[in-house]
């Protein structure tokens, strides 16, 4: 499963560790427009870049997390079909003695609630 599933997770990876970064950026953000706002002479550009710079921010953070959680809930997926098909396959390569011995509704339950 991880050979066919490394490269989104690390994808993702990256998106999640882009959120963790930015999630620091907004109090150091915040920090400065306190500090803008107490400084009298300051610039009024400055305080428009402190703001526009807080919402990139906050738009990236979003959107960083958004995408690494649906890249991972594709990934789950993936590997519940996966796991499911494999116990499909051996359900059905089963010898005679083994099928005679459980029933079909313990079959049932493996393919449908064990492997979900």
């Not at 989104?8 to 907004?26: E, M, Q, R, T, Y």
């Not at 494999?86 to 493996?110: D, Y």
Request: glycine content about 4%; some cysteine.
């Amino acid at each position: 499963l991880w050979r066919s599933s490394k490269r989104p997770i690390l994808i993702s990876a990256v998106f999640k560790i882009v959120n963790d970064v930015l999630n620091f950026s907004g109090p150091l953000i915040l920090e400065q427009i306190v500090i803008f706002v107490g400084t009298p002479d300051s610039p009024a550009w400055l305080g428009i870049v402190l703001c526009v710079t807080l919402f990139v921010c906050q738009v990236i953070q979003l959107l960083s997390i958004q995408v690494h959680f649906h890249i991972l809930y594709r990934v789950a997926m993936n590997v519940e079909s996966s796991l499911l098909s494999a116990v499909f396959r051996k359900s059905m390569i089963v010898s005679t003695s083994t099928l005679q011995e459980t029933s079909v509704g313990e079959i049932v339950n493996l393919q449908s609630v064990d492997a979900s």
